[in-house]
């Protein structure tokens, strides 16, 4: 397809089914605010999108260094997508660094936009290039764009009146209005949401918008570029849509619960990497009975949290795993007390600090057995940011039916990544029925009576008239919770918490197998890995492979019907971002040879590594064993 461009050249236009493009430059640089805009942009326009942020862990990294680098990576797409993609496609890198620190990402032949001004002596010294990257012929293979942002967003900008420090924070909008005009995204959203934002700095919005103008602008009349892309809208369900991150579903879905029990919603919580941003959400909904509590440490925020429980509400805290070990001796009391209570722990990679910035599946073993003594706890994992939202309020539910702590297992994956989320209303959101205790005339009331079903003990609210009890950290005796060094009593109290969370399994749907309900292979997976793991199963099937794919959102227990799954495949394969941990808890439960396919580099799996690995599973099943 060709059409006419305003400067009359004969520009072509290709219709694309994918793109992936990454923005990257300093921390000051604005790449995640450019790489927002676009992702909320493709959004509006019907673009199926998944985004990942990556930001530096160091703070303050010297300006044009290499552990400086902020970037933002967005895929959208005219069909349903699972993952920020592989490899990018694009590349903007800004300066020196960003270039350095993604070239290795990128596949021959990728496009590469560099901001031209940038590549002067000191900031390539500061990289560590001893010779420009743009003259030595090193980016041969890829398609290089030079483009001047810095001095074009000068020029554009030296009739306002703004300081060469404001100028220079405008350059991320040059540099979003050409990939606008390149990838055919309407301007007119992002016009709309710098006036709202910079309302009350009038120069700023129109600095902001002349760049993003100027950016178009030379996308349409610069010689460089001879062609232009289009992404048609992909086919989703009908429906109110907006674009959310793993942390932001997390928070609305805690207040979902909130608005569906009529119970008031308590977060305490100190903040930490990646999970700090429930923390923000869920400050905006006071208006909604919301308390949130930013404590002095990880142990006053689940201590304030067990409190709340204790009084009625609906009590959450949430950490990563540093903050997790924390938090292990007060969740010890919350089982033992055997009250309801979420904990979000939003994992990143360790151990102790170790990289703050980036993802890692390796505390599930630190949420199953993390705690002295018999301690167990219900354990989820929801497996998009989107799914963060469900369930955050099926960790609730599970938490109020049953009476017990449960874990809700992210990662800096999810919580930072985002997809459009079709809006529920309310009516449609599963039903919460809280139950507190009740008096009765004529007889003692006993906190740890329980239900026969669920063996779920009662929740009684501190103040109710006949419910006088006492709880604490010393082991109870059944029934009527006063304190008790009896063994006997101890080993039962011992078997009763365990088989209350066992009995969980009865209350959460069968696991579900995605393909094939039999076959060859069976991929499991849990966590973030869904993406790469569906879409590489995807493609597997495509091509007439007997390939499943089967991803546990409940963890401890599993759902009940999970050990007849695996029973029915040849191979039963599973990649985590860990050294083993779910391999290891299901061929110890289930003893089946679980394979697992480990790393732990801090980064998601991608899909063509993990079509590759499935493939070689695949051959392996088919051929017959060594004599």
């Given at each position: 397809?060709?059409?006419?461009?305003?400067?009359?050249?004969?520009?072509?236009?290709?219709?694309?089914?994918?793109?992936?493009?990454?923005?990257?430059?300093?921390?000051?640089?604005?790449?995640?605010?450019?790489?927002?805009?676009?992702?909320?942009?493709?959004?509006?326009?019907?673009?199926?999108?998944?985004?990942?942020?990556?930001?530096?862990?160091?703070?303050?990294?010297?300006?044009?260094?290499?552990?400086?680098?902020?970037?933002?990576?967005?895929?959208?797409?005219?069909?349903?997508?699972?993952?920020?993609?592989?490899?990018?496609?694009?590349?903007?890198?800004?300066?020196?660094?960003?270039?350095?620190?993604?070239?290795?990402?990128?596949?021959?032949?990728?496009?590469?936009?560099?901001?031209?001004d940038e590549f002067h002596a000191a900031?390539?010294?500061?990289?560590?290039?001893?010779?420009?990257?743009?003259?030595?012929?090193?980016?041969?293979?890829?398609?290089?764009?030079?483009?001047?942002?810095?001095?074009?967003?000068?020029?554009?900008?030296?009739?306002?009146?703004?300081?060469?420090?404001?100028?220079?924070?405008?350059?991320?909008?040059?540099?979003?209005?050409?990939?606008?005009?390149?990838?055919?995204?309407?301007?007119?959203?992002?016009?709309?949401?710098?006036?709202?934002k910079f309302g009350r700095r009038a120069?700023?919005?129109?600095?902001?918008?002349?760049?993003?103008?100027?950016?178009?602008?030379?996308?349409?009349?610069?010689?460089?570029?001879?062609?232009?892309?289009?992404?048609?809208?992909?086919?989703?369900?009908?429906?109110?849509?907006?674009?959310?991150?793993?942390?932001?579903?997390?928070?609305?879905?805690?207040?979902?619960?909130?608005?569906?029990?009529?119970?008031?919603?308590?977060?305490?919580?100190?903040?930490?990497?990646?999970?700090?941003?429930?923390?923000?959400?869920?400050?905006?909904?006071?208006?909604?009975?919301?308390?949130?509590?930013?404590?002095?440490?990880?142990?006053?925020?689940?201590?304030?949290?067990?409190?709340?429980?204790?009084?009625?509400?609906?009590?959450?805290?949430?950490?990563?795993?540093?903050?997790?070990?924390?938090?292990?001796?007060?969740?010890?009391?919350?089982?033992?007390?055997?009250?309801?209570?979420?904990?979000?722990?939003?994992?990143?990679?360790?151990?102790?600090?170790?990289?703050?910035?980036?993802?890692?599946?390796?505390?599930?073993?630190?949420?199953?057995?993390?705690?002295?003594?018999?301690?167990?706890?219900?354990?989820?994992?929801?497996?998009?940011?989107?799914?963060?939202?469900?369930?955050?309020?099926?960790?609730?539910?599970?938490?109020?039916?049953?009476?017990?702590?449960?874990?809700?297992?992210?990662?800096?994956?999810?919580?930072?990544?985002?997809?459009?989320?079709?809006?529920?209303?309310?009516?449609?959101?599963?039903?919460?029925?809280?139950?507190?205790?009740?008096?009765?005339?004529?007889?003692?009331?006993?906190?740890?009576?329980?239900?026969?079903?669920?063996?779920?003990?009662?929740?009684?609210?501190?103040?109710?008239?006949?419910?006088?009890?006492?709880?604490?950290?010393?082991?109870?005796?059944?029934?009527?919770?006063?304190?008790?060094?009896?063994?006997?009593?101890?080993?039962?109290?011992?078997?009763?918490?365990?088989?209350?969370?066992?009995?969980?399994?009865?209350?959460?749907?069968?696991?579900?197998?995605?393909?094939?309900?039999?076959?060859?292979?069976?991929?499991?997976?849990?966590?973030?890995?869904?993406?790469?793991?569906?879409?590489?199963?995807?493609?597997?099937?495509?091509?007439?492979?007997?390939?499943?794919?089967?991803?546990?959102?409940?963890?401890?227990?599993?759902?009940?019907?999970?050990?007849?799954?695996?029973?029915?495949?040849?191979?039963?394969?599973?990649?985590?971002?860990?050294?083993?941990?779910?391999?290891?808890?299901?061929?110890?439960?289930?003893?089946?040879?679980?394979?697992?396919?480990?790393?732990?580099?801090?980064?998601?799996?991608?899909?063509?590594?993990?079509?590759?690995?499935?493939?070689?599973?695949?051959?392996?099943?088919?051929?017959?064993?060594?004599?």
């Open positions: 397809m060709h059409a006419d461009d305003a400067a009359g050249r004969v520009v072509e236009r290709k219709e694309l089914s994918r793109v992936t493009i990454r923005f990257s430059g300093d921390s000051g640089d604005g790449m995640q605010l450019a790489g927002t805009h676009f992702t909320n942009t493709s959004a509006l326009i019907g673009n199926d999108v998944s985004s990942l942020p990556e930001f530096p862990a160091e703070i303050r990294a010297p300006a044009g260094s290499v552990p400086g680098v902020s970037s933002f990576q967005i895929s959208f797409a005219d069909e349903d997508i699972f993952t920020p993609g592989d490899r990018p496609d694009v590349l903007v890198a800004m300066n020196p660094a960003a270039l350095k620190a993604n070239l290795h990402d990128l596949p021959r032949g990728a496009t590469i936009i560099v901001n031209s900031n390539l010294k500061k990289a560590s290039y001893a010779r420009s990257p743009l003259e030595d012929g090193s980016l041969a293979s890829f398609r290089l764009f030079e483009v001047p942002i810095t001095s074009m967003n000068e020029r554009t900008l030296a009739e306002t009146g703004l300081g060469s420090h404001e100028v220079a924070r405008c350059k991320n909008f040059f540099a979003l209005g050409l990939m606008y005009w390149l990838y055919n995204r309407p301007i007119d959203p992002t016009l709309r949401l710098i006036a709202d120069d700023l919005a129109v600095a902001n918008q002349l760049a993003l103008k100027a950016g178009h602008a030379f996308g349409e009349t610069a010689e460089m570029f001879s062609e232009h892309y289009v992404v048609r809208p992909a086919h989703l369900k009908p429906g109110t849509y907006r674009n959310l991150t793993g942390n932001t579903a997390t928070a609305l879905g805690c207040l979902a619960v909130s608005q569906i029990t009529g119970l008031p919603l308590f977060y305490g919580s100190y903040p930490i990497t990646p999970a700090s941003e429930i923390l923000h959400e869920l400050s905006r909904f006071k208006q909604f009975g919301v308390k949130t509590f930013q404590a002095e440490d990880e142990i006053a925020a689940i201590g304030s949290t067990i409190g709340a429980a204790f009084g009625g509400a609906l009590g959450l805290t949430g950490t990563s795993g540093p903050g997790f070990a924390l938090k292990s001796e007060a969740l010890g009391m919350a089982v033992m007390t055997e009250l309801p209570l979420v904990v979000v722990n939003v994992q990143r990679a360790g151990p102790s600090t170790g990289m703050p910035t980036r993802t890692e599946q390796a505390d599930l073993l630190q949420a199953m057995f993390g705690r002295n003594g018999e301690s167990p706890v219900a354990v989820l994992a929801p497996a998009t940011p989107a799914d963060c939202f469900e369930m955050a309020i099926e960790a609730f539910r599970l938490a109020l039916r049953h009476m017990t702590p449960v874990v809700l297992l992210s990662d800096g994956y999810l919580a930072n990544g985002s997809e459009p989320w079709r809006v529920p209303a309310l009516a449609d959101l599963p039903r919460i029925e809280v139950k507190y205790a009740e008096a009765r005339p004529g007889e003692t009331f006993r906190p740890y009576a329980r239900d026969p079903q669920w063996l779920a003990r009662p929740w009684a609210v501190p103040g109710t008239p006949g419910l006088e009890h006492r709880l604490g950290t010393l082991e109870k005796q059944d029934g009527s919770g006063t304190v008790s060094y009896d063994g006997e009593n101890h080993h039962r109290m011992v078997e009763l918490r365990a088989e209350k969370i066992a009995r969980i399994a009865q209350d959460v749907p069968p696991q579900e197998v995605w393909g094939g309900d039999e076959g060859r292979v069976l991929v499991l997976g849990w966590g973030s890995t869904f993406g790469a793991l569906r879409s590489a199963v995807q493609r597997h099937r495509r091509e007439g492979r007997a390939v499943s794919h089967a991803h546990l959102r409940y963890l401890n227990p599993f759902p009940a019907n999970l050990g007849e799954i695996l029973g029915r495949f040849e191979r039963v394969w599973l990649p985590e971002i860990n050294l083993g941990q779910l391999a290891l808890l299901l061929r110890a439960r289930f003893l089946v040879d679980v394979l697992g396919y480990n790393r732990v580099a801090g980064q998601p799996f991608g899909i063509s590594e993990i079509y590759d690995q499935i493939g070689q599973q695949y051959e392996a099943a088919s051929s017959p064993p060594a004599r």
